[in-house]
């Protein structure tokens, strides 16, 4: 009988900050959470997600239509880095970066574990369906 050798995986063995541009890329469930607007509780910090997604959210994919020129566009919208963990906070509790940052596991339906590029959407996780955009909540 000989030893079993257990394979680890790139997110399971680095820590966020040793993760090559693409394995960083790869941790995004592609979720769009990040892309709803948010209130934040004057007196507690608290965090509140709203339905409305940022005006530059194409609703059905989840996808940013403006990717490249998004700080500019919105200067809100933060770029998640190793370096910044202070954001982390904002992301929602199943984000695979803050997930990863608090020291825990991915989820079975994040599509890095699943395989399937759909399985955040399958499980329920996205934002697809569940939220309006920003141009149509205030008109703008
Ligand atoms: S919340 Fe996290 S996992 Fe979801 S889209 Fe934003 S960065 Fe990606
Ligand atoms: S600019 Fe793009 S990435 Fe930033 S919040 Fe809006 S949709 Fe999301």
Redesign the pocket.
Same mark, same amino acid.
């Given at each position: 009988m000989g030893y079993g050798c257990v394979m680890k995986h790139f997110w399971e063995e680095k820590a966020l900050s040793e993760m090559s541009a693409d394995e960083w890329d790869r941790l995004c469930d592609g979720c769009?959470r990040? &892309?709803?607007l948010k209130e934040q509780d004057e007196d507690t910090g608290e965090v509140t997600y709203t339905n409305i997604? *940022? #005006?530059? @959210?194409?609703l059905k994919s989840c &996808? *940013?239509?403006?990717?490249e020129s #998004?700080?500019k @566009?919105?200067p809100? *919208?933060?770029n998640l880095s190793p370096e910044e963990t202070k954001h982390f906070a904002w992301l929602p509790s199943t984000c695979a970066y803050r997930l990863l940052h608090e020291g825990q596991s991915l989820p079975e339906w994040h599509p890095l574990i699943s395989g399937s590029k759909n399985s955040t959407r399958d499980a329920g996780m996205s934002i697809r369906n569940r939220v309006i955009s920003e141009t149509d909540a205030f008109g703008t």
């Open positions: 769009a990040c &892309c709803v997604a *940022c #005006r530059y @959210l194409e &996808c *940013c239509t403006c990717y #998004r700080n @566009l919105v809100e *919208c933060i």
